[in-house]
C-alpha cells in the first residue's frame, strides 16, 4: 500500500473519533442540562421534554457507536496487524457494549412513565455508568490513535 492510499484510508478514522468525541461532549451537556434540573415536575413540560431530548440523544450516541464507529474500526483490520493489538480491541469493544444494557433500561423507564420521582437518583446512577463507558471508550480511542501513530510512522 502505498502512502497515499494509507493515508486515504486512515483519514475516515480520524474524522470518525473526531465526530465521536463530539458527540460525546454534546450527550454529557445534555446530560449536565438535565442534571441540574431540581426538583423535577412531570406536570413541567420542559422537563418532560428535556428528558425525551436527552433519551434520544443517548440513543443516537450509543447506536452511532456500536454500529458506526466500532464497524468502521474493527473494518480498518489494516491498522491493527498484531494479533495483541487486535484482540484488546475486540475485548473493549465488547466490555463497552456490555454496558449499553444500563442505559437503553434508563431510556425504556422513561418513555414508559410520567413520574419523574425517582429521576434523580437514576441520573446520579446514569452518571456513573457514563463515566465507566467512557473510560472503556477512551481506552479504544488511544488503542486506534496508537495505531494510526504507528502507521504514519511506517
Not at 502505498?2 to 465526530?19: G, H
Request: proline share 1%; net charge negative; glycine share 2%.
Amino acid at each position: 500500500m502505498t502512502d497515499q492510499s494509507e493515508k486515504a484510508s486512515i483519514e475516515p478514522i480520524v474524522n470518525l473519533v473526531a465526530q465521536w468525541l463530539e458527540e460525546r461532549r454534546l450527550l454529557l451537556a445534555r446530560y449536565g442540562d438535565l442534571a441540574n434540573v431540581k426538583p423535577f415536575s412531570a406536570q413541567n413540560t420542559m422537563h418532560r421534554e428535556s428528558l425525551r431530548e436527552f433519551c434520544q440523544a443517548m440513543v443516537d450516541y450509543l447506536s452511532r457507536v456500536h454500529f458506526e464507529v466500532f464497524e468502521k474500526v474493527n473494518q480498518s483490520q489494516n491498522l491493527f496487524s498484531k494479533e495483541k493489538s487486535n484482540n484488546l480491541l475486540g475485548d473493549l469493544t465488547k466490555r463497552v457494549e456490555l454496558t449499553t444494557d444500563h442505559f437503553l433500561d434508563f431510556n425504556d423507564k422513561y418513555l414508559a412513565t410520567d413520574d419523574l420521582a425517582t429521576l434523580t437518583s437514576d441520573l446520579s446512577i446514569l452518571g456513573e455508568e457514563l463515566a465507566k463507558r467512557f473510560e472503556l471508550e477512551d481506552k479504544v480511542i488511544a488503542l486506534v490513535r496508537q495505531a494510526i501513530s504507528s502507521s504514519d510512522e511506517n
